[in-house]
């Protein structure tokens, strides 16, 4: 079983590529993350719902999903709060 988050980003920029061999990159920013962290990288080289080839363009709303084993999480425990009167 697996458990996953979704959080909402969007295309900050186009990042060409430094040789014509790389990839074309987009920058991504996650609006739930931490300020230090908002920022991701990832090519710009999706597949639509029909399998055609797409590419994302600055300000495009993108869902970022993130995905694990339930096996690799760690238990937390929560503490209980009492109201002292």
Same mark, same amino acid.
């Given at each position: 079983?697996?458990?996953?988050?979704?959080?909402?980003?969007?295309?900050? =920029?186009?990042?060409?590529?430094?040789?014509?061999?790389?990839?074309?990159?987009?920058?991504?920013?996650?609006?739930?993350?931490?300020?230090?962290?908002?920022?991701?990288?990832?090519?710009?080289?999706?597949?639509?719902?029909?399998?055609?080839?797409?590419?994302?363009?600055?300000?495009?709303?993108?869902?970022?999903?993130?995905?694990?084993?339930?096996?690799? =999480?760690?238990?937390?425990?929560?503490?209980?709060?009492?109201?002292?009167?």
């Amino acid at each position: 079983m697996r458990k996953w988050a979704k959080l909402h980003g969007t295309v900050l =920029k186009v990042i060409p590529p430094r040789l014509p061999s790389e990839p074309e990159k987009i920058e991504i920013v996650i609006h739930e993350a931490d300020p230090l962290y908002k920022e991701i990288r990832v090519e710009n080289n999706l597949v639509d719902g029909a399998g055609n080839r797409a590419v994302l363009k600055p300000g495009s709303a993108v869902d970022v999903f993130v995905e694990a084993d339930i096996e690799s =999480k760690t238990k937390v425990a929560v503490p209980l709060l009492q109201s002292v009167v």
